[in-house]
Each structure stands twice: as C-alpha cells, then as structure tokens.
C-alpha cells in the first residue's frame, strides 16, 4: 500500500475504463493524479493529444504548478476496424494520430517535468501490436508504433540523470467500451464475444483493473529495473 506516496502522475484518457480504473489505482496508493481527456469529467483538464499547443500548454501549466512530475500514462485511444482495402485516409490518419502521435508528444512533453526526480512513463499498446490482427489495420498498425516507441524513448531515458523508464503495456480483450465497440459493429455482438473469449486461454476478457494493477507498479519504485518492456496481459494469448 502507498507505493505511490508522494507521486504526481499525469494521466490521458482519464474518462475511458482503463484510465478511470488507473486513476483510482494511483489514490489508492498515495498518489496524485493530474487527469485529462476530452470528454471526462469537469475536473479533468480538456487536452486533444493530437494538440502540440495542448500539450505545451499543460507542461507550463505543470511548470507553474507543480514543478515537477514523477509519472506518465498514455492511456488515450481509439478502436478500429477495417482491412486495406476498406480502410480509408482519413481514418488511417486519425487513427494514428490519437494512438501514436499522442503518445509522442505525451512523452516529449512531459519527459522535462520528470528529469528533476527521475520517473516512468506508461504506454498502453495492445497485443495487436505485438501480434498480427484481420480488420484492425489501423489499430494494429498505431500499436506496433507505440511499441516500438517505447523501447526508443526507453533507451533515451536511461541515459539520463535521475534515469526516466518506459514501458508498455500490452493488453488482450479488456472489459468496458473499446471492446464493446468491436463486437457491437456486427450482427450478433454476444456471439462474437463468445468467440473473442475462446481466443484467449484462460477464457475470459481482462479487467480495467488488471490493467490498473500492472501500471501501479511500473510507476512505483519497485520497478525501477525495468524498462523498455512490452508486457503482454492476454491471458496466455500471445503464449501460443
């Protein structure tokens, strides 16, 4: 318990199932949480992470607040479906801009708050980016960026002094809106979802709070040796 005492964490997609669930994570263990999203909460600061202008604006808005920050997640994100030949532009660029490019600039923006006391950065991939995936293009495409990403801004950081660790997290079917989404689009959603859940070896959908669980403790300092990691949380999917 307490594990994050002491720790300002800035956290995107704070209205989503996964970010409300972290968010509860960190006050119960002590820490503090600056939430943002788009469509959140009143007490949640408005931030289009496609938005470098937002995103500037937040640091300085940090700078003159706190000072200095001790943790990242990127939660923010959008589902989608569609293979190469029914996917459009437009999509593919949105798609990519949320998922990758907000995760870029999160973690350019907010790597300088945390060079004061060191920190971690938290990115929320998938297992589809890690696995391939039929009609998730874009989502599969935008994840294996983060991936990749991570392991990059990884290295960066542990050059630095006090040393900031990145990590990903890569989760399978999570229960909550995202996945509700994908099974929703077709004709006969419970039937999918039946199919979905076979898919994974323990035989079920993960929990937001599973996924909260796992971003707790690379946050704290227990998990001060690992970084530049993509940890699955499937279910056993990705150990077939």
Request: charge should be negative; charged fraction near 20%; proline fraction near 3%.
């Amino acid at each position: 318990m307490n594990c994050l005492a002491g720790k300002v964490i800035v956290l995107t997609g704070a209205a989503g199932d996964i970010g409300a669930a972290v968010v509860s994570a960190i006050h119960r263990e002590g820490g503090r949480s600056v939430t943002t999203d788009l469509a959140g909460k009143p007490a949640d600061r408005a931030l289009d992470v496609t938005s470098e202008s937002d995103w500037q604006a937040l640091k300085s808005s940090l700078e003159q607040t706190e000072g200095a920050i001790d943790g990242l997640v990127n939660c923010a994100g959008v589902g989608s479906s569609g293979d190469i030949d029914t996917i459009d532009y437009a999509h593919w660029r949105h798609v990519m801009a949320v998922n990758l490019d907000g995760t870029f600039l999160g973690c350019k923006s907010m790597l300088p708050l945390m060079r004061q006391r060191g920190g971690s950065i938290v990115n929320l991939a998938s297992i589809f980016g890690l696995v391939g995936r039929a009609g998730m293009l874009a989502y599969t495409a935008s994840k294996g960026g983060v991936v990749q990403l991570t392991r990059s801004v990884a290295l960066y950081g542990a050059s630095l002094k006090p040393q900031v660790c990145c990590n990903a997290i890569c989760p399978a079917f999570i229960e909550g809106q995202m996945t509700a989404g994908f099974s929703e689009t077709t004709s006969r959603p419970e039937l999918v979802r039946q199919v979905m859940a076979r898919e994974i070896p323990l035989g079920r959908f993960g929990l937001a709070d599973e996924v909260a669980a796992l971003a707790v403790y690379l946050l704290s300092d227990e998990s001060r040796f690992v970084t530049g990691a993509e940890i699955p949380l499937d279910g056993g999917y990705t150990a077939r």
